[in-house]
């Protein structure tokens, strides 16, 4: 391959990661009126989370807060799922809505206020989606990828294993498909739920404080994102929800960040945040370890489905046991 091809195609990935082609279309088409469109809203805001990653990067170094191991496993673990999870993932999208769409309780119209209905639907998928890769062991060797980076960044955002897209959005979409929402409907859903579900993640050098004001008591702020992430036993197993925590409410499932109560983040087990390896493949050969030694079939089988944390013996140290003596031990301190 020439100079000029490698030149050529690192352009094409810089513009594709930076989202500008649909802008640079627009600007040699001289189509401005294409602005007006969904397309030309969503090509003006493609932009805007790349953008903010750059600025996010460059402050950093700039007040001498950067750190390369901070964005180095998830810059890996992006390259790694750049072409086979994107593609697997519009397979299954795909494939829910051509076998589950003649199945769907009832059709609903592109206006404005169903499409509220399909976002709080779309929520609500998310939330089991999200719920289940917390408290099921499998799910979770799928998801904790996303959980070892011990700092908040955008780019964080981009580290998931490359399996959990596909299993993600084939829960996702076959609840919404079968509760009525359209395809055109849900696409739009889903790039409103993107930019916002990365926008989330944003790093103390762009947002310092992540409660955005007084959207902090409607939304789900980065602030509420960031105690997501923190594997403090008060914050851990919390905020599911994406954009609208309202399922997070109605299932308990809801926490504030604590001034007094300093985030520190990554997953609760032994490992090294550096290490690809060891983030991509750790849960899993933990896993299988597990299932090896474990005692009965039944077991086995257990330690697919009970939560992360779970023992055969008895000596089980879940999330959820963890924050409830956490609790339980605060409660007693105040009495």
């Known amino acids: 391959m020439s100079n000029l091809s490698i030149l050529s195609n690192l352009w094409d990935e810089i513009i594709l990661f930076f989202g500008i082609y649909s802008i640079i279309e627009i600007i ?39 750190k390369m191991d901070h964005y180095r496993t998830p810059f890996l673990i992006f390259l790694g799922n750049r072409v086979i999870s994107r593609f697997i993932s519009i397979a299954a999208v795909s494939f829910c809505i051509v076998s589950l ?44 990828t996303h959980h070892a980076p011990v700092e908040m960044n955008l780019f964080v955002s981009n580290a998931h294993f490359f399996l959990e897209a596909p299993y993600a959005d084939i829960i996702r979409t076959s609840i919404c498909i079968l509760a009525g929402v ?16 990365t926008f989330i993640h944003v790093g ?3 947002v310092k404080d992540g409660r955005l004001g007084i959207l902090n ?14 594997k403090n036993p008060l914050y851990m197993d919390t905020n599911f929800c994406n954009l609208l925590p309202i399922w997070d409410k109605a299932f308990g499932t809801f926490q504030n960040e604590e001034e007094s109560i300093k985030i520190e983040y990554g997953i609760t087990r032994p490992y090294n945040p550096q290490n690809y390896f060891d983030v ?19 077991n086995k089988f257990k330690y697919l489905l009970m939560p992360p944390g779970w023992n055969h013996t008895g000596h089980s140290k879940t999330a959820k046991q963890i924050r409830i003596e956490y609790l339980t031990a605060e409660k007693t301190k105040k009495l």
């Open 28 to 66: 040699q088409t001289g189509n401005y009126d294409s602005l007006n469109t969904w397309d030309g809203i969503k090509a003006l805001i493609a932009p805007i989370l790349p953008i903010l990653l750059l600025i996010e990067i460059i402050r950093s170094s700039i007040y001498k807060r950067f």
């Open 101 to 144: 769409e003649p199945f769907s309780l009832f059709q609903i119209e592109i206006t404005w206020y169903w499409f509220i209905y399909a976002y709080i639907v779309w929520e609500f998928a998310h939330f089991i989606y999200h719920y289940l890769g917390h408290k099921v062991r499998l799910f979770w060797c799928l998801h904790s």
């Open 182 to 197: 359209p395809p055109i409907l849900l696409f739009s859903v889903m790039f409103v739920d993107g930019t916002w579900g």
């Open 204 to 206: 103390e050098n762009i």
């Open 217 to 230: 008591k409607f939304l789900l702020t980065p602030s509420h994102h960031r105690v997501h992430h923190a």
């Open 280 to 298: 991509y493949f750790g849960e899993i050969i933990l896993l299988i370890k597990d299932i090896y030694y474990a005692p009965g079939i039944l």
